[in-house]
């Protein structure tokens, strides 16, 4: 695809994850020859997230009413609803306007499918005339597929996990298991320790697969549980002020880590606890045992997200491990009313994530995404349709790239 000069919107909303998904959009696209304005309300994160930054990619400060606004790129991405600001938008009215794309959240719920490629008229406004088409990701051929930039693959085959841990100060040893955390703050994280005892109980893990991997011998079962800044390091060290001494249960609270360096992180750990969208799709890519805590909406809408997703992901999987998967996923989302039970669920469930059986089920499911087109591939083919032939030009007069704001 011709380089084009693509202007993404997007907000701050929880703990920067909005931002972790379009940095690596942007960056992804990048990666491929375009050139990329991210304009971002809150680019702070950024400072840890993409330290280097990305040649190719300038972080602009959401315009204000008093900011002079550059023409509008070749494409124009809103990020999950994000309405780009008015004045932005009636400059998008030219006789050859940008393709407008609005870029949903992730799901597997079967609206997806339907929904994904939609056109949107703009009725009123600025943008009367215009339209917008929606992007959905998915996990089907008939949704927009995953991030997943070029050379992921073949960087986690040749990565070495032992030299990476021992150089942050992770000193894992023989027969250790590494759990890592990042979740919201609602999560039942007592029952996650609690089950993490559990888990060590003899008999309870299968240490063959882990073995041969780590070229160790059997060792005593341990657990080293890895927690993210906020609300999951937060939480398990009020946690443990509340439980006796969890024997064989160490706990190490890590800094901030880059994007590239949280990669590593699921590729390292033999169980992964994640939230949100971008580390969601990341820990599927590691192909490691994970749990998802979605993000929790009032009027419950994501017991169905959660339900959907499930239902792809534990097809054709051997029945009771299909089930220790629910088990435990509703339980550490408290799915209806599970909270109160989720202790014994927990402790029943958690030791098959630990197993070989487990992780063949996040292989499976690997392999069967890495059959997709990724995202950005996607994109570039759809936005190649919207273009009438006349606007396939280079990138808009006026692009330059910058570094990342740190």
Same mark, same amino acid.
């Given at each position: 695809?011709?380089?084009?000069?693509?202007?993404?919107?997007?907000?701050?909303?929880? &703990?920067?994850?909005?931002?972790?998904?379009?940095?690596?959009?942007?960056?992804?696209?990048? +990666?491929?020859?375009?050139?990329?304005?991210?304009?971002?309300?809150?680019?702070?994160?950024?400072?840890?997230?993409?330290?280097?930054?990305?040649?190719?990619?300038?972080?602009?400060?959401?315009?204000?009413?008093?900011?002079?606004?550059?023409?509008?790129?070749?494409?124009?991405?809103?990020?999950?609803?994000?309405?780009?600001?008015?004045?932005?938008?009636?400059?998008?009215?030219?006789?050859?306007?940008?393709?407008?794309? &609005?870029?949903?959240? %992730?799901?597997?719920?079967?609206?997806?499918?339907?929904?994904?490629? %939609?056109?949107?008229?703009?009725?009123?406004?600025?943008?009367?005339?215009?339209?917008?088409?929606?992007?959905?990701?998915?996990?089907?051929?008939?949704?927009?597929?995953?991030?997943?930039?070029?050379?992921?693959?073949?960087?986690?085959? !040749?990565?070495?996990?032992?030299?990476?841990?021992?150089?942050? +100060?992770?000193?894992?040893?023989?027969?250790?298991?590494?759990?890592?955390?990042?979740?919201?703050?609602?999560?039942?994280?007592?029952?996650?320790?609690?089950? %993490?005892?559990?888990?060590?109980?003899?008999?309870?893990?299968?240490?063959?697969?882990?073995?041969?991997?780590?070229?160790?011998?059997?060792?005593?079962?341990?657990?080293?549980?890895?927690?993210?800044?906020?609300?999951?390091?937060?939480? /398990?060290?009020?946690?443990?002020?509340?439980?006796?001494?969890?024997?064989?249960?160490?706990?190490?609270?890590?800094?901030?880590? !880059?994007?590239?360096?949280?990669?590593?992180?699921?590729?390292?750990?033999?169980? &992964?606890?994640?939230?949100?969208?971008?580390?969601?799709?990341?820990?599927?890519?590691?192909?490691?045992?994970?749990?998802?805590?979605?993000?929790?909406?009032?009027?419950?809408?994501?017991?169905?997200?959660?339900?959907?997703?499930?239902?792809?992901?534990?097809?054709?999987?051997?029945?009771?491990?299909?089930?220790?998967?629910?088990?435990?996923?509703?339980?550490? &989302?408290?799915?209806?009313?599970? !909270?109160?039970? %989720?202790?014994?669920?927990?402790?029943?469930?958690?030791?098959?994530?630990?197993?070989?059986?487990?992780?063949?089920?996040?292989?499976?499911?690997?392999?069967?995404?890495?059959?997709?087109?990724?995202? /950005?591939?996607?994109?570039?083919?759809?936005?190649?349709?919207?273009?009438?032939?006349?606007?396939?030009?280079?990138?808009?007069?006026?692009?330059?790239?910058?570094?990342?704001?740190?």
């Amino acid at each position: 695809m011709q380089a084009l000069l693509w202007d993404v919107f997007c907000r701050v909303i929880d &703990n920067h994850g909005d931002l972790g998904v379009c940095w690596r959009l942007a960056a992804d696209l990048a +990666g491929r020859g375009h050139r990329v304005r991210l304009w971002v309300d809150d680019a702070r994160a950024l400072a840890w997230m993409a330290p280097q930054g990305e040649p190719g990619v300038e972080v602009c400060h959401w315009p204000d009413e008093e900011t002079a606004l550059p023409a509008a790129g070749d494409v124009v991405i809103e990020a999950f609803g994000c309405d780009p600001p008015a004045r932005f938008v009636a400059q998008m009215q030219r006789p050859q306007p940008p393709a407008w794309i &609005n870029l949903e959240y %992730l799901s597997a719920e079967d609206y997806v499918e339907r929904s994904h490629g %939609l056109p949107s008229p703009v009725m009123s406004g600025p943008g009367r005339g215009l339209t917008k088409h929606f992007f959905y990701p998915g996990f089907t051929d008939r949704t927009g597929g995953l991030l997943r930039e070029p050379g992921l693959m073949a960087a986690q085959a !040749s990565f070495d996990a032992s030299a990476w841990l021992a150089a942050r +100060g992770i000193d894992r040893r023989p027969g250790e298991r590494l759990v890592t955390l990042f979740c919201y703050d609602h999560a039942p994280v007592t029952a996650l320790l609690r089950g %993490l005892v559990h888990a060590m109980e003899p008999g309870r893990v299968d240490d063959r697969m882990h073995d041969r991997e780590q070229g160790q011998a059997h060792a005593p079962a341990s657990v080293r549980l890895l927690t993210t800044p906020g609300p999951a390091t937060t939480r /398990v060290e009020e946690a443990l002020k509340t439980l006796p001494a969890p024997a064989g249960l160490q706990v190490q609270a890590l800094p901030w880590l !880059s994007q590239a360096d949280y990669d590593r992180l699921l590729w390292a750990a033999d169980l &992964n606890l994640v939230r949100g969208e971008d580390s969601f799709v990341r820990a599927m890519w590691a192909g490691r045992p994970f749990l998802w805590h979605i993000y929790r909406q009032d009027d419950g809408a994501h017991e169905a997200k959660l339900a959907a997703f499930l239902a792809r992901l534990l097809d054709g999987v051997e029945a009771s491990q299909a089930q220790a998967w629910r088990t435990a996923w509703a339980g550490w &989302n408290a799915v209806a009313g599970q !909270s109160a039970r %989720l202790s014994a669920d927990w402790s029943a469930a958690l030791p098959t994530f630990l197993q070989a059986a487990a992780r063949q089920v996040a292989l499976r499911w690997r392999e069967k995404l890495l059959q997709q087109a990724d995202l /950005v591939t996607q994109l570039e083919a759809f936005v190649s349709r919207l273009r009438p032939p006349a606007a396939h030009r280079g990138p808009a007069d006026g692009a330059h790239s910058a570094r990342a704001a740190g």
